[in-house]
């Protein structure tokens, strides 16, 4: 009817100050306002390049960080593989003491027995008899020094560094024949599989002018690579029997070499061997040999872990540097929004999404280029050493072939959790700022 006055605006109840009165937090309409802010271009009082900012700083962050975490890891675990795939875990010696001859030795006579009482202790899978010695070999007129081990034939392809046989060239079978070189000493002497090389010792056949040299020729059967630079470069294997009678030990050995099931526990059964191997023993684990490098290995863990940390906190400082701005130059909204029914805690959670969403998107960036580097880090390194003409990695230095990287779980959660922990702690700052915003002064001047 014409004339009539419309319901007063009271009846006619607004659907945000609704919504905000009965909504759940994190509602549907608080992601939207979000989304329409970071979307928003600076023309209309939007920080886009800001966002932008802060998402490629966090992406770039955590992607060093799991790049890190993944050659470090990859690095120790590098290390420690060849240290157990090479070398014994566990050695016994011998404490001096005075030979039926009456010499001062420290060699043992009872090695077989003392092997088995060792075999016997649980977590024990293999024990061995050694002969070493430090001799020359040459070929031609090529010469190199290399230390020689003195080996059983079984106990050799047992060693899973040594024996590898996609690694190795050549046929352990034939090991009786003659001797096993690493692919360093090969290379330094310019030897191939069947040539035959000289070893000289200066611990020779004894005459009435003095000691005199002893010099053999040996055929080369197998070459091996063990994956590190000081043990390819410097070690050869031969015949336990034979180094036994080259370097005047008949019916003795220098060592015994233990390999355990576990050889990361290798303290929990440390005072059972010490006890199977007998009172003169003396014990020597792969650990006391790495420990300084292990340390050291651990001490630089934690400072680049915290480094790092810097770097992720950093890239998360840009978050609040563009909130501050969005609310800056949202102040006239959020008065609005607050005139309308928005509680505080709604205004608050619009602007931590804001922040987070940036934190989020580019944590999960920044995972994903950390994994697609540590799983191509071959391809990624053999492309840069392509591009530096070569020689960024040398083995001599490193004691390893190539730059290993090992992708944990635990290290991308770790990752994960502080970026993601960061991003959420630097957001709620001005988030609460931009909640506690009067609407009265916000909308003063408009």
Request: include cysteine; glycine fraction near 10%; charge should be negative.
């Amino acid at each position: 009817m014409t004339g009539q006055t419309p319901p007063p605006a009271a009846a006619q109840p607004d659907a945000t100050v609704f919504a905000a009165r009965d909504t759940r937090p994190f509602a549907a309409f608080e992601w939207m306002i979000a989304w329409r802010y970071l979307r928003a271009r600076r023309a209309e009082g939007g920080v886009s390049v800001m966002t932008l900012i802060s998402f490629l700083g966090i992406a770039l962050a955590v992607f060093a960080l799991i790049a890190t975490l993944s050659v470090r890891s990859g690095f120790r675990a590098e290390f420690i593989d060849t240290i157990l795939g090479a070398n014994a875990h566990l050695t016994v010696y011998s404490a001096v003491h005075v030979s039926e001859t009456g010499q001062t030795t420290r060699a043992i006579d009872d090695y077989d027995e003392q092997a088995e009482r060792l075999a016997a202790v649980p977590g024990v899978t293999r024990v061995a008899p050694l002969i070493k010695g430090q001799v020359m070999v040459s070929n031609d007129s090529r010469n190199t020094g290399v230390e020689v081990f003195g080996i059983r034939a079984g106990d050799l392809e047992t060693i899973p560094r040594v024996a590898d046989p996609e690694t190795g060239i050549g046929d352990l079978s034939r090991f009786n024949e003659g001797i096993a070189i690493g692919s360093g000493v090969a290379r330094e002497l310019n030897v191939v599989l069947g040539d035959r090389v000289r070893v000289i010792s200066p611990d020779g056949v004894q005459t009435p002018f003095g000691t005199s040299p002893r010099v053999n020729a040996y055929e080369v059967v197998y070459i091996f690579t063990a994956g590190r630079y000081d043990i390819d470069r410097t070690r050869m294997y031969m015949p336990f029997a034979e180094a036994q009678s080259f370097f005047n030990r008949d019916g003795l050995a220098d060592e015994l070499e233990v390999m355990v099931a576990e050889p990361e526990r290798i303290g929990q059964i440390e005072l059972d061997l010490m006890r199977a191997a007998g009172e003169r023993a003396m014990i020597w684990t792969w650990r006391d040999g790495a420990s300084s490098f292990l340390r050291a290995l651990d001490v630089e863990d934690n400072v680049m872990f915290v480094i790092l940390s810097i770097l992720v906190l950093i890239a998360a400082m840009n978050i609040i540097s563009g909130l501050i701005m969005l609310v800056k130059n949202k102040g006239r909204d959020i008065g609005i929004l607050r005139t309308m029914g928005l509680t505080e805690g709604s205004v608050l959670r619009v602007f931590f999404i804001c922040g987070a969403s940036v934190g989020v998107v580019g944590t999960a960036c920044g995972v994903i280029l950390g994994c697609v580097f540590a799983i191509y880090i071959d391809q990624i390194f053999s492309f840069v050493n392509y591009v530096a003409g070569g020689g960024v990695w040398d083995p001599s230095i490193r004691g390893i072939y190539a730059l290993p990287a090992q992708l944990r779980l635990e290290d991308v959660l770790k990752a994960v959790g502080l970026s993601l922990g960061l991003s959420f702690i630097v957001t709620i700052f001005p988030a609460r700022r931009a909640a506690r915003m009067n609407p009265v002064e916000a909308l003063r001047y408009e």
